[in-house]
């Protein structure tokens, strides 16, 4: 986990409100993912953002869920109108232009819905 | 996307070698075997790569047969330290990035 930071840690948010995870990448990487695990479960892919644009949001569902990496500050990943099936692990993971060698994950934000 | 297959599980005893096999049948020309480490409540963590033969670094060692349709991820001498859940993947590094794809993982408990 060489260097990205998530944040919060831990999020616990009521059923209906917002959630806004942040992540910062390893500096100089232009490359981010975000991954969403459920417990016991591998990790889901969501969606691959560089500067400014979006790459592939395949894995992101269609509603509530939106990501951003603005040219300035850390990664975005907002969940809108949170239900309790939304409480998860969500990693963030950065790399350089090309994969070479390896992925630097961050240490994850855990969100639980009440 | 190749699709990856490996143990759900694993057991071993402290001091221990341990052998985790991954299959890849559909393994394509340009792709990577790749294989990373999860600890609870912590990010994966890259452990090994290789293409084919063999790869060793201070952590593990890679075994890919010349029809890279598999692989076997060997870990030395396991202690405590060493549960957790590995995951095989297969990537493709020459063409810009493409999103890793992770499968279930092979969880390895370790025995004192």
């Known amino acids: 986990n060489a260097g990205v930071m998530q944040n919060p840690r831990h999020l616990v948010r009521r059923r209906g409100q917002e959630a806004r995870l942040r992540c910062s990448p390893v500096?100089?990487?232009?490359?981010v993912y975000w991954y969403r695990q459920l417990p016991e479960e591998g990790l889901k892919f969501m969606v691959y953002?560089?500067?400014?644009?979006?790459?592939?949001e395949s894995g992101m569902p269609k509603e509530r869920f939106s990501a951003e990496f603005p040219k300035e500050g850390p990664s975005i990943l907002r969940i809108q109108q949170v239900v309790r099936g939304d409480s998860a692990a969500y990693f963030c993971?950065?790399?350089?232009?090309?994969?070479?060698?390896?992925?630097?994950f961050g240490q994850g934000t855990r969100l639980t819905v009440v | 996307l190749a699709k990856t297959t490996q143990p759900i599980s694993m057991d071993s005893y402290e001091g221990q070698e341990v052998n985790i096999t991954c299959s890849h049948n559909?393994?394509?020309?340009?792709?990577?075997i790749t294989w990373y480490q999860q600890f609870p409540s912590q990010g994966p963590r890259f452990i090994i790569q290789?293409?084919?033969t063999k790869v060793t670094n201070e952590v593990a060692s890679l075994f890919i047969p010349a029809d890279r349709k598999s692989s076997t991820l060997s870990l030395p001498r396991v202690s405590l330290s060493d549960t957790a859940v590995y995951y095989c993947?297969?990537?493709?590094?020459?063409?810009?990035?493409?999103?890793?794809?992770f499968g279930k993982g092979t969880r390895l408990s370790v025995i004192a």
């Open positions: 500096k100089g990487h232009s490359h």
């Open positions: 993971a950065s790399s350089p232009p090309k994969w070479g060698t390896e992925a630097f």
């Open positions: 290789g293409y084919k």
């Open positions: 559909n393994i394509a020309t340009n792709d990577y």
């Open positions: 993947l297969v990537v493709l590094t020459d063409s810009g990035n493409t999103p890793l794809v």
């Open positions: 953002l560089q500067k400014e644009n979006i790459i592939d």
